[in-house]
Each structure stands twice: as C-alpha cells, then as structure tokens.
C-alpha cells in the first residue's frame, strides 16, 4: 500500500466546474510533486514543492492551480479544464526535492472532464 | 532525439525465463537511474535506483548502467506473470532539476 494518499480516486467534472484534488503524505518528506499521466504515455511533471514553497511549474495553464498548506498536504485546484485534461493525476512525495530522490507515487486521481 | 528512449514493446517472455528491458538516454551528464513499475490503470513504484557504472542486484532484479553507453537496463530472472505491466525507466538530467520519464515498455509474461 502506499504511504501517499490521493482522493478522490475518480472525478468527473464539466467545463464550468471547480473541483479540488487532494494529497497527503506522512513519510516526513519535504517535497511533494504533481504528474499527469495520459494513457499509455509516461507522467508529465506539472509542479514541484519543496519546503512548501513551489519550485517548478513547467508552463501548466492557469486553470490548473496548485497549493501546499503545509508539508504534509498538497491541493490541486481545478477551474474551467478542457476535455484535453482528462488524464490520470499522480501526486508523489520524496525526501527533499533533490532529483536523485526516489519518488513515492499515490494512486491517483482518474479526472475525466466532460 | 527523445531525451529517453524505450521500445515499447510489448515484449513477451515467457514464464521462467528472463526479462530483458533495455533503456538509452541523451544527456552524457545525467547522474541517476530509476526503474518504475506500473500496472494497467495504477500508479509507477520504483523497482531500482542505480547511480554508478555496473551492476545492482536485488532480489530477481538487476539494473545495470553504461555511462559511456548512455545505457541502462533491468533484467528481471525467473519472469513470473505477475511481473507483466509496464516498466518506466526515469533519468535525472545534468542540471538536476526534475526526472525525465521514457515512455516505458510494456513486458507480458506468457505461461
């Protein structure tokens, strides 16, 4: 079982929709990671948080919006997606953001936007 | 040029026997390997990490780098069906800022 947990497991949301994706880890790492992963491809990174503070965004569009309350917790928020977006987000934790770190997947979020 | 190649199968193998994935990559200054498995419709686990030229072994798995090569690959022995799913291999770049995924290979283990 993982030691990192995503809810919900499924979301379906329309267009016009806001919704969250939520994460938690309680391994004490420092850095907590957002992926997209469409089927059959490899995940695409979107944002890393390191310390609570965000250290990559690679060019996500602006209705994806990530949040780290603190180091335990990471949100996704989610507002006017496409259908584009439907994919399966991965979040993952390691221990300090340095990227010879192993990485510690959940189970994902499958998002089907309609 | 990808900056990390896999073929993506699928490769079948059959039980018993073993299984060969194979992994290049195109930046001469990356530092760090991983190896994840990932089953149809969960999330990637990681199998190995190897950081030096060689071999590594554990258990029924082997991963072995050629940094001249720009070549690394996991070896699993006495394939089970439980090891079909798809194998992602993952490199750190040389300005170690994030980890690059391949676009994995997808290994079926006959009976």
């Known amino acids: 079982d993982t030691e990192v947990t995503q809810t919900p497991k499924h979301l379906v949301m329309g267009m016009t929709n806001k919704k969250s994706l939520k994460c938690e880890q309680h391994?004490?790492?420092?850095?907590m990671y957002w992926y997209k992963q469409k089927a059959k491809k490899p995940p695409e990174l979107m944002f890393v948080?390191?310390?609570?503070?965000?250290?990559i965004n690679e060019s996500v569009p602006s209705r994806f919006s990530p949040e780290c309350p603190n180091s335990s917790l990471l949100n996704l928020h989610l507002h006017a997606l496409q259908p584009e977006d439907s994919a399966l987000y991965l979040c993952?934790?390691?221990?300090?953001?340095?990227?010879?770190?192993?990485?510690?997947f959940g189970s994902g979020t499958q998002l089907s936007v309609l | 040029q990808k900056e990390v190649e896999q073929n993506s199968g699928p490769l079948s193998v059959p039980e018993g026997a073993i299984a060969s994935l194979n992994c290049t990559y195109s930046d001469r200054g990356s530092q760090s390997f991983f190896w994840y498995r990932q089953y149809s419709g969960k999330s990637p686990e990681l199998i190995m990490s190897i950081y030096s030229n060689g071999d590594k072994e554990d258990g029924r798995f082997t991963a072995q780098l050629n940094k001249a090569s720009q070549y690394v690959s996991l070896l699993i022995r006495d394939s089970q069906p439980s090891d079909s799913a798809t194998y992602l291999c993952?490199?750190?770049?040389?300005?170690?800022?994030?980890?690059?995924f391949g676009s994995g290979t997808r290994l079926s283990i006959r009976p």
């Open positions: 391994m004490g790492h420092r850095a």
């Open positions: 993952a934790s390691s221990q300090a953001g340095q990227s010879n770190e192993k990485l510690f």
């Open positions: 948080y390191s310390y609570e503070k965000l250290s």
């Open positions: 993952a490199v750190t770049g040389s300005s170690a800022s994030k980890i690059i």
